[in-house]
Nanobody
Framework: QVQAVESGGGSVQTGGSLRLSCTVS????????VGWFRQAPGNVRDGISC????????YYANSVKGRFTISRDNGKNTLYLQMDNLKPEDTAIYYC??????????????????WGQGTQVTVSS
């Protein structure tokens, strides 16, 4: 059974930074492309960034490109999201997710399984 522990969320002011972590167990982590989804109140859950199994290829949605950095440590079964220059529109619950593939991470967003309960990020103006 897959288990994930997400951490690092919180409340910051506009322009602040947060670093999210997601540590996963119950699977072979480096068999998976992994990524981050977020869901704001009243909105659908959207994929915003992903990283392939080796960590050598990444993808960012336009809304976060240049401000967020995704990374992974396969030795620690952990995924990270460094979020800089945060904006109020980044306020959402953030979820880590993965799908078993050695291909590009940004294909088939609908095939990702979200893990864990999510972590709240709140950015005030």
């Amino acid at each position: 059974q897959v288990q994930a522990v997400e951490s690092g969320g919180g409340s910051v002011q506009t322009g602040g930074s947060l670093r999210l972590s997601c540590t996963v167990s119950g699977l072979t982590f480096d068999d998976y492309a992994v990524g981050w989804f977020r869901q704001a109140p009243g909105n659908v859950r959207d994929g915003i960034s992903c990283i392939n199994w080796s960590g050598k290829s990444t993808y960012y949605a336009n809304s976060v490109k240049g401000r967020f950095t995704i990374s992974r440590d396969n030795g620690k079964n952990t995924l990270y999201l460094q979020m800089d220059n945060l904006k109020p529109e980044d306020t959402a619950i953030y979820y880590c997710a993965g799908r078993p593939t050695y291909g590009p991470c940004s294909e088939s967003w609908g095939s990702y399984n979200t893990w864990g309960q999510g972590t709240q990020v709140t950015v005030s103006s």
